[in-house]
């Protein structure tokens, strides 16, 4: 390790910056994001730096930098378009004992500044040596991806906690092990979902018990379409920390695999006339999990407020006291059609859409389809495979004209995507030559003629046999 990791206090502190261009800049920022007593000399000033002017803790002297200018200093940043003021800088600040930071020459000072990910009061730090900072950045972005933004607060509520705990756990284990407990829990999900006030009363609740329970709660997660690159991160973040998944058929296997590897799978997926697990007992498995302390994943093909009875699973947990989250997702009908080249709404020839099921009950499918037939409009089938004659039927019955453009998306968003395109009057023989399998959406109205114009994912591992979604327990 070439560089001893540290953070430092430069809370009114006064530190130099010389230099007035971009990279001056980013070092200024970092530096009054500290609340340090910033000096910036240079002859010419960069913009950005201009508009710091204002703050009591910045002095902007324009002129060339002088020996002189580093008595007072605590901490210097060379960063001039001169190699040779540099090095005159860094030689006299390293001379003088002070911390120097030579910008683009990371060998001729005493410091670099790495790559922050700030979730104050929580910091991340990454620095590569002066390597490769795009590097850097990039391990930043990734960790972005990973650490919640509430994790601040997370934090600084534990801070509030720390000596009340000292109190009820006087040994350093025991206070330990609460904190593992809490911080991975129910308390830290309260806080990262914005329930600040329910977090404190539970730590208040474990400390009066003198220590911290386990308590059971449940994710109510959207898998999405099937790209496992369209979840999203709070959805890959729970994904991995849950106990227990329960899953359904419409959720692709590759983001199974992006599951907890040690988490315990039940599968409760429904297929026509086939279901796993009633939705009752289903209801009945996401209390009873969550009661015996576990973290349950409720994982849903889509979003689960959309055709995904996750609000009937919920009202379940709410009835129980059962802590939860819903997690949103990329809906079928917005994934599918997207990787389709099919806009749903478009000024030529859309103003408005509608999301229908498309799933039979006693032979007949109940909608409004006087509604459903209006011009400038599209119409978005969920689960119409079995109902595609009666979709058909009921349309042209009527008042839609069968030459109405429609869209088969099977397996939309996947390595195993394939459009069908047909009419609304064709669309039963379209399903019975094509030979598609769920997951299927259909996809009627003027905007389906824009396919052909629009298409851009042509996934090339299409396996006619093959599904990207689970039908079995795995």
């Known amino acids: 390790m070439k560089h001893f990791p540290i953070f430092i206090n430069v809370k009114d502190r006064h530190c130099l910056v010389v230099g007035g261009g971009p990279v001056a800049s980013r070092k200024v920022d970092s530096l009054l994001k500290s609340e340090a007593i910033v000096t910036v000399i240079s002859p010419d000033i960069h913009n950005d730096l201009q508009q710091n002017a204002d703050s009591k803790r910045i002095t902007i002297l324009r002129r060339p930098y002088e020996h002189t200018d580093i008595v007072r200093a605590f901490l210097v940043v060379a960063a001039t378009n001169d190699i040779n003021v540099n090095q005159e800088i860094a030689k006299a600040a390293n001379d003088a004992n ?8 990371p060998d001729a000072g005493s410091f670099l500044f790495p790559s922050v990910l700030d979730r104050s009061p929580v910091t991340v730090a990454i620095s590569t040596g002066g390597a490769s900072p795009v590097l850097a950045r990039q391990l930043r972005m990734k960790l972005e991806t990973m650490i919640p933004s509430a994790c601040g607060r997370l934090a600084a509520i534990t801070e509030e906690y720390r000596e009340k705990v000292k109190q009820v756990f006087p040994i350093q284990q025991q206070r ?6 809490a911080l991975k829990g129910t308390f830290s999900e309260l806080v990262y979902a914005g329930q600040d006030d329910a977090a404190r009363t539970l730590l208040d609740e474990q400390l009066a018990e003198g220590k911290s329970s386990a308590q059971g709660e449940v994710y109510l997660v959207g898998a999405g379409p099937g790209d496992p690159d369209l979840l999203t991160f709070k959805a890959a973040r729970l994904m991995q920390q849950a106990d227990v998944m329960v899953y359904d058929r419409l959720v692709s296997k590759a983001i199974l695999d992006m599951a907890n590897k040690d988490a315990e799978r039940l599968y409760v997926g429904k297929e026509k006339e086939n279901h796993a697990v009633p939705q009752d007992k289903i209801n009945d498995l996401l209390v009873d999990l969550a009661k015996q302390g576990k973290r349950v994943l409720r994982l849903k093909g889509g979003d689960p407020f959309i055709f995904g009875r996750g609000g009937e699973e919920i009202e379940k947990l709410a009835e129980n006291n059962i802590p939860f989250q819903v997690v949103p997702a990329v809906t079928a009908a917005s994934g599918c059609s997207a990787y389709a080249g099919i806009p749903l709404t478009h000024r030529d020839y859309a103003q408005s859409v509608t999301f229908a099921t498309g799933h039979l009950k006693d032979g007949t499918i109940n909608l409004n389809w006087e509604q459903l037939t209006q011009k400038n409009h599209t ?9 595609i004659k009666v979709i058909s039927e009921q349309l042209q019955a009527h008042g839609m004209s069968g030459d109405m453009p429609a869209a088969l998306v099977e397996q939309g968003t996947t390595m195993n995507q394939r459009v069908h395109i047909g009419t609304v009057d064709t669309l039963p023989q379209l399903v019975k030559d094509s030979g598609v399998r769920a997951p299927t959406l259909t996809i009627i109205g003027e905007v389906v003629k824009l396919h052909d114009k629009l298409h851009w994912y042509e996934p090339q591992r299409h396996v006619k046999e093959a599904s990207e979604f689970t039908r079995h327990k795995t």
């Open 98 to 105: 002070i911390l120097v930071n030579v910008a683009n020459d």
């Open 176 to 181: 330990k092990e609460f904190w593992e407990s």
């Open 379 to 387: 119409i978005v089938f969920y689960m119409g495979l079995t109902g």
